[in-house]
């Protein structure tokens, strides 16, 4: 049993996300799948689970050429994909999920899946009642079930997507156990992850990859190091352009903690004075989201105090946030940020002179031009966030930013623009640090916060494991963090 | 296809489509296809009184259109608005019968009460949505339901006719409480203008005020909208007040001008008809009146259908049907030929 990536490649428009990748891995062998995010792992995996199909390239099993066009081929080849969030039905009782994947060849026969259950439960250890519903499980034992699932379904290679991401540490210590027997018995498996001291301790080998071009396959264990250069390897050092004069804390977060779907920020201590730019380093999920938007009042803490000019402002409302200052950019421009539908005559109305009842259309509109040009955004006044570039976006979005904010929270200032524009938003967001606004924004690109952050608080897992100062810091130590090691 | 030329465009083809349909039906029953749209016109806008009824059957849908307007505008599916113009109704003949007042303040006294009643109700499905986390649908569903329920009630209970238990409606109101009509036809100038209003307003909402405009923007992305710092959930509660209230004013215009007495099915199915106008209308304010016209003129003259033909008025309502459903049909078309021209170009 073994599984053959031979030359995989796949794009998105002009993005290569995957470029000519070969994989050997062997029966019984735990094969690591390390990346950044943008790095093309989930496109990979996608491509062998059947839910993308490739452009060009094959893959294998035992020597048998698969054609993968549906999710469905492959778990009938016998390569079942356990995915971040497990695909389960989460209203029907443990029995039913299994049986609403019952395949062709087998009868729909409770008794039988009933027996099944048990046996594959009692083979791994796992403690699932079949007529539990499975709303009521763990995310842990969600897994478990997903995993049982498809060992019932054939499954011989088994795809792990991030599994650790939302399970306590025990869950975890469960899960690499059976990650393990499975191994034993003969299961290949890919576990990708970003999580460097996961994949030291479950993988036999680890692939790199980096921006959809595989670097190197090692042997682990292997230096953590090694494994750091791989996947940040290229940046060179940079030299921190921003020089603030730091002047008095304004805004401190006193042990924050705050959930929102599956992400968590837990205990966040760190203080912000005036005119002060922080970057947020960390792999998608890890918190830097969720802090953002606690810190601009859209998200509410459960534990954990705010202040602000010395004020404790913990409980106050969004409204008040906004009334003072408070500013928040998501990453999602067009879904988040702007109104699609609305043209930007209309934008500036919204959120211009809003104590009036009234809209005076040609103040808006002037308004409007006037912002087109200053900001020099390519559309009309007419023109709606749809028929704008990223660029444009990003840009609307800081000219209807109201003029003199004390704490902006920007995901991803430039993710997705163009060189002109990127270095255009930082400009103004320069000019605005100037003015005294603390701007706090995350960012996957090591370049863009050494260049640009007084400070880097590099997040994991939900927690800041990192405070650094970005005149003193190396690419290596943010980038060994952001992987959850200690350099 | 841009502007006004759009809309022109689309409704020409769906009148078009749904026309052919139903002449393919009219076809399998070997009945005249001609004469039967001859006589919708005829039979609609035919003479003076048709022209008359034709008007006043408008009244109502154009005003629950309206009111449909404000809340389908802010994102929100009020099927409950058939209960808001009972709503009104009741609140408006409860004037009618149990208030003595002078004759003069009689009216728009009813006309308040409607408002205020249907604005009422409004605020139930709105509190249901925003405070109980109740899908819109199912509040405004399960409320018109109540609704109904409740002017049974009031008809065959504590408001009916003495010594008749009967579910044909309370006694006619006193004279004071119609609506004045012009000498010969049952038209009401009054309740045309109520109607003609109510537009006016709600084109004046969308296009002139901050809260129009963000109705509006929590319709089309109520995440965006809060981040802007619109208290969506105020708006929402608002959007059904508003909304409730203009569609009492149907009610109103369905006891004091049509009927006379209130009936078990007072709201007459506008509320649901309205709907049909409002999905043909794209939600324009401006479109409404013309179809709602339109759909009044298949009301009213396929009542010679029957007549003449023997065919049964429901055809009408196939037509009525037929036509929505083309007009979504050409629109969903558009948007996908839209987005297989993005995707080329993509692909580019």
């Known amino acids: ?314 409980k106050h409302s969004y409204k008040w946030y906004m009334e003072n200052g408070f500013h928040y950019l998501p990453a999602d421009r067009s879904g988040e940020g702007l109104i699609q539908g609305l043209t930007i005559t209309e934008h500036f109305a919204l959120t211009g002179n809003q104590s009036r009842k009234t809209i005076d259309w040609n103040k808006s509109r ?71 606004t603390i701007i706090i924004f995350s960012s996957s690109d090591i370049d863009e916060l050494i260049n640009f952050s007084d400070r880097i608080l590099v997040c994991f897992s939900g927690e800041i494991i990192g405070n650094l100062s970005s005149k003193e810091t190396t690419p290596y130590e943010i980038g060994s963090l952001i992987g959850g090691v200690q350099p | 296809m841009k502007g006004i030329t759009g809309p022109i465009y689309y409704y020409s083809t769906a009148v078009l489509v749904s026309m052919v349909f139903v002449s393919i039906l009219l076809a399998l029953f070997k009945i005249p296809i001609f004469e039967t749209y001859t006589l919708l016109i005829t039979g609609s806008l035919g003479s003076m009184t048709k022209l008359g009824d034709t008007l006043m059957v408008s009244v109502p849908l154009i005003i629950a259109s309206a009111s449909l307007v404000i809340t389908f505008r802010a994102g929100l599916w009020n099927i409950g608005v058939e209960g808001q113009i009972i709503a009104g109704a009741v609140a408006a003949s409860f004037i009618a019968r149990e208030i003595h007042m002078s004759p003069g303040l009689l009216l728009p006294t009813m006309i308040v009460a409607g408002f205020l009643g249907g604005g009422f109700w409004g605020l139930l499905v709105g509190l249901l949505k925003v405070k109980g986390g109740v899908n819109e649908i199912f509040g405004g569903l399960g409320l018109d339901f109540v609704a109904t329920g409740l002017v049974v009630y009031l008809v065959i209970g504590p408001w009916s006719r003495k010594g008749i238990a009967s579910t044909s409606g309370t006694e006619p109101f006193q004279d004071n409480a119609w609506f004045p009509t012009i000498e010969g036809f049952r038209l009401s100038p009054l309740a045309v203008s109520i109607s003609l209003l109510v537009v006016l307003m709600v084109l004046f909402v969308f296009n002139r005020t901050q809260f129009g405009l963000r109705l509006r923007a929590i319709g089309l992305n109520p995440n965006s909208s809060y981040r802007f710092g619109i208290s969506t959930s105020r708006y ?113």
């Open chain 1, 366 to 436: 002037q308004l409007a031009e006037d912002k087109l040009q200053e900001y020099s955004i390519r559309g009309t006044v007419n023109s709606k966030p749809e028929d704008l570039s990223g660029g444009n976006q990003q840009r609307l979005l800081l000219a209807l930013m109201p003029n003199n904010l004390s704490v902006l929270s920007m995901e991803h200032p430039t993710r997705g623009l163009d060189i002109e524009s990127a270095e255009w938003i930082w400009k103004e967001l320069l000019a605005r640090s100037k003015n005294g």
């Open chain 1, 1 to 314: 049993m073994s599984l053959k990536l031979l030359n995989i490649s796949k794009n998105f428009g002009t993005v290569l996300a995957n470029n000519d990748i070969s994989i050997d891995i062997g029966q019984g062998e735990i094969h690591g799948l390390l990346g950044e995010n943008g790095a093309g792992k989930s496109t990979l995996v996608n491509i062998i689970s059947g839910s993308l199909t490739s452009e060009a390239g094959t893959v294998e099993l035992d020597g048998k050429y698969l054609d993968l066009s549906s999710p469905t081929d492959a778990i009938e080849a016998g390569i079942g994909i356990l995915h971040q969030e497990p695909l389960v039905f989460l209203p029907f009782s443990i029995i039913d999920n299994f049986l609403a994947g019952l395949p062709k060849s087998r009868d729909f026969d409770r008794k039988l899946v009933r027996d099944d259950i048990h046996k594959i439960c009692q083979e791994y250890g796992f403690d699932l009642d079949p007529d539990t519903v499975a709303s009521s499980l763990t995310i842990g034992e969600r897994q478990q079930l997903e995993i049982a699932r498809l060992l019932w379904m054939g499954a011989r290679v088994l795809i792990l997507d991030e599994p650790t991401t939302a399970i306590s540490e025990t869950q975890r210590e469960n899960l690499f156990t059976t990650i393990e027997r499975l191994a034993a018995n003969g299961m290949s498996v890919i576990f990708v992850s970003h999580k460097l001291d996961e994949i030291q301790s479950i993988c036999d080998r680890v692939t790199v990859l980096r921006k959809g071009v595989l670097i190197d396959t090692l042997t682990v264990p292997c230096p953590t190091s090694d494994l750091v250069n791989l996947m940040f390897g290229g940046y060179t050092q940079a030299i921190p352009q921003n020089q603030t004069v730091l002047g008095q804390d304004l805004l401190i977060l006193d042990g924050i903690c705050a959930r929102e779907e599956t992400t968590a920020i837990e205990e966040v201590h760190c203080k912000f004075s005036e005119g002060e730019i922080i970057g947020l380093a960390g792999l998608e999920g890890a918190g830097q989201r969720l802090l953002l938007r606690t810190i601009t009042g859209l998200t509410k803490s459960y534990r954990g105090s705010t202040y602000f000019k010395g004020e404790k402002i913990t």
């Open chain 2, 236 to 348: 929402i509660l608002m959007a059904f007040i508003l909304g409730g209230a203009v569609a009492g004013l149907a009610g109103v215009t369905q006891v004091a001008s049509i009927h006379h007495r209130l009936i078990p099915s007072i709201s007459g199915g506008y509320g649901f008809l309205g709907i049909l106008v409002v999905l043909l209308a794209g939600y324009r304010p401006s479109l409404v009146i013309p179809i709602a016209f339109f759909f009044s003129m298949i009301a009213i003259g396929s009542i010679q259908w029957q007549l003449r033909l023997g065919l049964h008025s429901s055809l009408g309502g196939v037509f009525q049907g037929t036509l929505v459903l083309s007009v979504i049909l050409i629109s969903a078309m558009r948007l996908l030929r839209q987005r297989r021209e993005l995707h080329v170009k993509a692909g580019e």
